[in-house]
């Protein structure tokens, strides 16, 4: 009789139904949680757009004049890198170029190839395509001058450090070597 009824009905029990007829809940995702700062949550709001949009790493937009040059990013800038599906390297960089300079960033492709590589730290970018379009010019910042220091860096450190040609890497390793000293002369005295 029973089943007879049930046909009858021409309805199925749902699995949620089943599961509450045995005693389960149903996983519900944690809400609430401590507040966060909304400067918290803006990375992770830019970090999803530019994903979207193709760039896996924002500051490659933001720092773009640091990576190829002044020179070149008043001519091109870039849009997006698409890499092929499950892999992270071996991808295409869309470059957007003012349309008289296209030829002549065409050249400069290996060069911007190998400093966009580096500032990944892997081959990240294997080909380049140009678009030509209208490119915004990178604010005009002025470099920050590095704090003076108060003691002299050692004299047999200075002379290795002159020859580091990024400013930033140079005053890490400056400071470095001052504490360094520093340290060493405590523990002599």
């Known amino acids: ?66 990576i190829v040059g002044a020179r070149h990013a008043r001519v091109c800038s870039p849009e997006s890198i698409r890499f092929p599906p499950g892999e992270k390297s071996d991808g295409i960089l869309q470059l957007v170029v003012v349309p008289a300079h296209a030829p ?8 911007i190839v190998e400093r966009v590589n580096r500032f990944f730290g892997y081959n990240a970018v294997a080909k380049v395509k140009i678009r030509q379009g209208e490119v915004k010019a990178p604010a005009a910042s002025k470099p920050q001058a590095a704090p003076p220091s108060l003691k002299p860096v050692p004299l ?27 340290k060493n002369n405590q523990e002599e005295q």
């Open 1 to 66: 009789m029973e089943r007879d009824d049930h046909k009858q009905s021409g309805r199925k029990q749902s699995g949620t139904s089943k599961a509450a007829a045995a005693g389960l809940k149903r996983y519900e995702r944690p809400r609430g949680g401590p507040a966060r700062a909304i400067s918290d949550l803006m990375p992770e709001v830019g970090r999803t757009a530019f994903r979207r949009f193709g760039f896996v790493q924002s500051s490659v937009v933001t720092r773009w004049p640091e």
């Open 104 to 111: 002549i960033v065409q050249h400069v492709i290996p060069e």
């Open 156 to 182: 047999e450190l200075g002379e290795s450090l002159r020859d580091i040609g990024d400013p930033e890497l140079r005053a890490v390793l400056e400071s470095l070597a001052r504490s360094m000293s520093a």
